[in-house]
């Protein structure tokens, strides 16, 4: 469908629709982002692309907050009966309604079939009453008739401190016949097969097209979009000219917005930012997010109500969260609902003009993960913050406790998206300062998403001396290393300050060691091959520590070498308990390391 309405606009052309779902062609079989033909998000996964436009519409409501009426959008989504079944319409209605975005209007293609069964095999709810619960303004119409579509639109703009519904009742495959002619109409086998020899034939003949020639626009049709086109012209032209004038009566302004738009990395005071040592990297982020609040005007952060322990406070006390009838905030608190918060960050980021940010606990990035693998192929530079990084949540329990997230995390990392890069950046810093480092590499990736996992505990901070402008380059040697060393100790995270205690111990015994922090095995890998030989030499003895699956260093230890890890669900007990219990020590760094030099 939106291929062919963008056909109508001239976005694509006859033979473009004849190539649809065919190598190389651009309409492949779910709509892929490319903003210059019309389609403005990647669809497929149901239930994403509605909550993108939720994203949006807040985005919108953020900027018309700073700029007025020149940043006056209606987000337009669409809607099926598997998008309202999936779990997430839940998240995206109840926040659109809360928050009362009466510029974003959704229209619901109801029409009671869906891809295996009729919708009545699944589900009995009425949808009207649950978004009416939910403050949307509901209008219900026969969404096969073009003077009702227009009637509710026309009611939906008008509709104030409220997101709008319209439930289209349609006919599944509306003039579609089967190979005996007989009516294939609100049928579950038309969803997605082509319909394939007579019956396309019939269904051609039917809608009044020539099976023969079938990529044909009727005459009358070009002529309702030409005219059409020809409005949209002038209607386009009028807001350029409001908004040539409102950029003349409001010089900085318009400079804003257009820097906002510009999408670059913003300027900030790094080297002012200063860090208590020995900090939780949760804490050290906050540090941070409290000067992004103030230097970074089109940031918005986001938490699935966490923002006291995720530590997202930081941003929070220097703004307000969004209400109803306030957007002058840049906080949104979006209630427990992880994978809907994400969708809307991503939202934000097509929208464009602002950069997202959203947080939660990194055992509960499971609940995200769908959306993080969509910001990736859609390369959306949205910030993943992710604290409670290991099983040093403690008395939490395994539930609680990420052991295997990190390594399905930095699968992204490699993964390539279609430019060729990583398709996402995944930092662990090591302490407070690296933190800093790595929240500077995430706002100035402006072409992927970024994962910052973060600590609950407080870490010693690394070696004085250590040079952490190399957090850059993924993998670096901090300070009071040893050259020629006998082994090399490699870690993320605050594994990092239990390999430098068991290197003290090591050091009794004349044992030569350099100690790598390697905060993303995926950005030191884009290095090149000298620097990594520097790092971490071919030949190299390597001990490898992690809280997560061993295979998170695997990778950067190699064959020559051992990593220890955690491989089983984690407990409930304080951490410094679990840190004995399971081997997170210097001592046991000292025997593991002995063993394997020995
Ligand atoms: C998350 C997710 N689960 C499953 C699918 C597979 N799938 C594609 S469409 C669809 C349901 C189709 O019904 P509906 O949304 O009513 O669309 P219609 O057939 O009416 O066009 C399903 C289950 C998917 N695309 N995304
Ligand atoms: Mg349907």
Redesign the pocket.
């Given at each position: 469908m939106l291929y062919s309405v963008l056909a109508l606009t001239g976005k694509y052309n006859m033979n473009e629709l004849s190539q649809f779902r065919q190598w190389g062609s651009p309409t492949p079989g779910h709509p892929e982002v490319d903003v210059m033909r019309g389609v403005e998000n990647t669809s497929?996964?149901?239930?994403q692309g509605h909550t993108f436009a939720v994203g949006a519409a807040i985005a919108a409501k953020f900027l018309k907050a700073r700029f007025g009426e020149v940043m006056n959008q209606t987000i337009y989504a669409y809607i099926?009966?598997?998008?309202v079944q999936?779990e997430i319409s839940q998240g995206s209605g109840r926040i659109a309604g809360h928050l009362g975005l009466d510029n974003l209007v959704m229209f619901y293609?109801s029409?009671d079939?869906?891809?295996?069964t009729e919708?009545d095999a699944v589900t009995s709810e009425d949808v009207a009453k649950k978004y009416e619960a939910w403050n949307w303004k509901v209008i219900t119409i026969n969404g096969n008739d073009p003077d009702a579509i227009r009637a509710a639109l026309k009611e939906a703009k008008a509709t104030e401190k409220q997101p709008t519904l319209i439930i289209g009742k349609t006919i599944?495959g509306k003039g579609a016949r089967k190979a005996d002619n007989s009516s294939f109409e609100s049928n579950?086998a038309t969803?997605?097969a082509p319909l394939g020899g007579d019956a396309y034939k019939n269904t051609i003949i039917n809608l009044g097209g020539n099976p023969e020639n079938p990529f044909v626009i009727f005459p009358e049709v070009a002529e309702l979009y030409a005219k059409r086109a020809k409005e949209l012209e002038s209607i386009v032209a009028d807001k350029y000219a409001a908004k040539a004038n409102w950029a003349k009566a409001n010089p900085e302004l318009a400079l804003k917005m257009e820097t906002f738009f510009q999408g670059n990395a913003p300027a900030v005071d790094w080297n002012g930012i200063a860090q208590k040592a020995g900090s939780a990297t949760r804490a050290a982020s906050a540090t941070v997010l409290a000067a992004l609040a103030t230097q970074v005007e089109n940031m918005i952060v986001a938490s699935a109500d966490l923002s006291n322990s995720d530590k997202t406070d930081g941003f929070l006390k220097k703004t307000h969260a969004f209400t109803k009838d306030d957007f002058s905030g840049a906080f949104l608190q979006a209630g427990v609902s992880e994978l809907t918060m994400a969708c809307i960050s991503i939202g934000m980021s097509l929208h464009g003009g602002v950069i997202p940010a959203c947080a939660t606990f990194f055992v509960f990035s499971d609940y995200m993960k769908?959306a993080v693998r969509m910001a990736a192929l859609m390369e959306q530079p949205v910030k993943f913050i992710w604290t409670h990084d290991a099983f040093r949540v403690g008395e939490d329990g395994p539930t609680h406790e990420p052991v295997e997230q990190e390594a399905q995390i930095r699968l992204m990392e490699k993964l390539k998206n279609h430019k060729g890069h990583n398709s996402m950046l995944v930092l662990r810093p090591a302490d407070a300062e690296e933190t800093t480092q790595a929240w500077k590499l995430a706002m100035e990736n402006t072409s992927t998403p970024t994962a910052l996992i973060l600590s609950r505990q407080n870490i010693a901070n690394l070696p004085a001396g250590t040079d952490y402008a190399q957090t850059s380059k993924g993998a670096y040697v901090i300070a009071g290393s040893d050259s020629n060393p006998d082994v090399i100790l490699v870690a993320s995270g605050s594994e990092v300050s239990t390999l430098v205690a068991g290197a003290e111990l090591l050091r009794k015994d004349g044992i030569k060691l350099s100690i790598v922090s390697a905060p993303s095995e995926g950005l030191f890998r884009a290095q090149d091959k000298e620097y990594q030989e520097t790092v971490i030499p071919a030949n190299a003895k390597v001990f490898g520590l992690t809280a997560g699956l061993p295979v998170n260093l695997q990778g950067l230890v190699g064959a020559n070498g051992k990593v220890f890890g955690l491989e089983s669900f984690g407990f409930s007990a304080p951490y410094e308990v679990l840190d004995e219990k399971l081997g997170f020590t210097a001592e046991n760094v000292y025997n593991q390391v002995k063993a394997l030099l020995a």
């Open positions: 497929g996964p149901l239930g099926s009966d598997g998008g999936e293609d029409n079939i869906q891809l295996s919708t599944m579950c969803h997605g769908p």
